[in-house]
């Protein structure tokens, strides 16, 4: 009879491994979802030995193994669902690192760009304390303002500058004739 000191419990995440094999039957039914065949049958095969492994562990059962053969079947697991997604998307291990190491970064620091507003009339920005003064009481009047002299700016018609004739072509007769 087994006691306390012997009971072991091991979690098999028998519904993740499940969820996988679905997934795995979904690619093998719309081959046009994989993009990379050589990571979906990597994925594939560790699935394969989360399975045997599985199966291992309850035929020998002692706890020694069935801890083994838990924790390697919750890596091959985990890889297993990366190896589906990089094979999904179309994305090798490289750029899936670079991808999460940009996005820790952004997760850390926050954005560091910051936005910038150009006019469009070409004018400088406005600096802090114009900004300061603009935020005034009187601001309807100064928005009035901004509009009416870009209303002023609108109405005027700006031309090109008169494009240049080039000079005639000029004979240069100071050569000796060659006849």
């Known amino acids: 009879m087994p006691t306390v000191e012997n009971t072991v419990v091991v979690p098999t995440f028998e519904g993740v491994t499940t969820a996988i094999v679905v997934f795995v039957f979904a690619c093998v039914i719309l081959p046009h979802l994989v993009k990379n065949k050589t990571q979906f049958y990597a994925a594939f095969a560790m699935v ?35 190896l589906l997604f ?64 870009l209303d002023r700016a609108e109405s005027e018609v700006v031309r090109p500058p008169p494009v240049a004739t080039p000079p005639p072509h000029r004979r240069d007769d100071s050569s000796l004739p060659l006849e």
């Open 48 to 82: 394969m030995v989360v399975v045997l492994l599985h199966s291992l562990a309850i035929m020998i059962g002692t706890p020694g193994f069935q801890v083994f053969a838990g924790a390697v079947s919750g890596l091959l697991q985990v890889g297993a669902i990366v």
């Open 86 to 149: 990089l094979a999904c998307g179309g994305v090798t291990m490289k750029q899936l690192g670079g991808d999460l190491a940009r996005a820790y970064e952004v997760i850390r620091r926050g954005e560091e760009e910051k936005t910038i507003i150009v006019p469009l009339t070409g004018e400088q920005p406005k600096s802090r304390a114009d900004r300061a003064t603009a935020a005034s009481p009187d601001l309807a009047a100064s928005i009035r303002d901004e509009e009416a002299a």
